[in-house]
């Protein structure tokens, strides 16, 4: 291609890309959903909350189904003035092989959840996990999409977690979905820090 042409075809691109970003016009709390068997929807959902806290918002994050406490993000974010960090699983199904205690947990850890969808200070909740409690049918998932719903206007919500409902996805305005291509586990590499916890 001369570079004419080349020319000619970035400033087309260019006033596509700028047309769309003229018609982007709204401000609203986004639900974001982040699914699927790749690495990287808890990681995405946690560089979100830097993100924000760069801008001196405030974060309320919900882990549902959490086996460890030494994680980086929980060492770091877990520590700023800023967020509100609730570990509220502990483990689930394979760890304590007791539905009624899991139950039990997820219903309590909703209910934290439900008090950060009603209080406007924070700018961005992210619920980690959460759809392994709706597949299991632990919370009432007409009672976690009403209180979703009902969140103030201007927060964000990211929801993470593999095989997210068709319901979640359609009450979402982003959802990515991650593609396991390859994972260093199944090659024998174990969990390395920074990365994967
Ligand atoms: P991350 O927290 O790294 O963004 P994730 O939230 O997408 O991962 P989870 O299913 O929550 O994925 O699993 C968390 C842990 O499991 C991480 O240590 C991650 O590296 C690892 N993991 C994620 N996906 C896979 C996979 N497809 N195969 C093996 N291990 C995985
Ligand atoms: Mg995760």
Do not use: C
């Not at 709204?26 to 830097?50: E, H």
């Not at 918002?57 to 993000?73: C, I, M, N, P, W």
């Not at 009902?150 to 996805?169: E, S």
Request: hydrophobic letters at 45%.
């Amino acid at each position: 291609m001369s570079d004419t042409a080349h020319q000619q075809q970035m400033a087309r691109k260019k006033a596509v890309v700028d047309a769309a970003i003229a018609r982007a016009d709204q401000d609203k709390g986004v639900l974001l959903v982040l699914t699927g068997n790749g690495k990287g929807k808890s990681s995405s959902a946690f560089g979100m909350v830097a993100r924000t806290l760069g801008y001196g918002k405030k974060v309320g994050v919900a882990q549902f189904l959490k086996s460890r406490r030494d994680t980086g993000e929980e060492l770091f974010l877990g520590n700023q003035p800023d967020v509100d960090w609730q570990v509220l699983g502990d483990g689930f199904t394979w760890d304590t092989q007791n539905r009624e205690a899991d139950i039990a947990s997820a219903q309590r850890g909703w209910q934290v959840a439900q008090g950060f969808l009603r209080d406007a200070s924070l700018h961005l909740v992210v619920l980690d996990e959460l759809t392994y409690l709706l597949n299991y049918g632990y919370l009432d998932a007409a009672r976690v999409y009403a209180d979703i719903k009902a969140r103030p206007a201007m927060q964000h919500v990211v929801i993470t977690g593999r095989a997210a409902p068709q319901a979640l996805l359609d009450l979402a305005d982003t959802v990515s979905e991650i593609q396991d291509v390859k994972h260093a586990f199944r090659a024998g590499v174990r969990a390395q820090a920074g990365i994967d916890l």
